[in-house]
Nanobody
Framework: QVHVVESGGGLVQPGGSLRLSCVAS????????MGWYRQAPGQQRDLVAV???????NIADSVKGRFTISRDNSKRTVYLQMNSLKPENTAVYYC???????????WGNGTLVTVSS
C-alpha cells in the first residue's frame, strides 16, 4: 500500500500564494506520474496539473501561468505552487500518485484551499 499525504492548504486572500506538498510513502514499485486535482462543492474532480516521472507537465488552462507543478523524486514529493489565487480556486485539492509495473493509482485525502477576503 502506498500512502499519499497532502499538506499546505489553508486560508489565503485573493492574490495570495500557497504551496501544496504531497508525499508518497516508500514502496517496492516505481512512482510514475504525480498530479493534483481539485473538487469544489457541487462540482466534479478535475485535473489541475500533472507531472510525469520524466518531468513533462500538463497544466489546466484555467491556472496556466499562475500555478506550477514540480517534483523531487528523492523525496517522493510533488509540489503545486499556486500564485495569484482567486476565489474560484477554492476547493479541496487532491494528490494522485501513479505506480508503474503494475499500474496502480493512489489518492490522498485532500487539503482544503480557501481563497477569501
Amino acid at each position: 500500500q502506498v500512502h499519499v499525504v497532502e499538506s499546505g492548504g489553508g486560508l489565503v486572500q485573493p492574490g495570495g500564494s500557497l504551496r501544496l506538498s504531497c508525499v508518497a510513502s516508500r514502496s517496492t514499485f516505481s512512482i510514475g506520474a504525480m498530479g493534483w486535482y481539485r473538487q469544489a462543492p457541487g462540482q466534479q474532480r478535475d485535473l489541475v496539473a500533472v507531472i510525469t516521472s520524466g518531468g513533462t507537465t500538463n497544466i489546466a488552462d484555467s491556472v496556466k501561468g499562475r500555478f506550477t507543478i514540480s517534483r523531487d523524486n528523492s523525496k517522493r514529493t510533488v509540489y503545486l505552487q499556486m500564485n495569484s489565487l482567486k476565489p474560484e480556486n477554492t476547493a479541496v485539492y487532491y494528490c494522485k500518485v501513479v505506480i508503474m509495473s503494475p499500474f496502480m493509482t493512489y489518492w490522498g485525502n485532500g487539503t482544503l484551499v480557501t481563497v477569501s477576503s
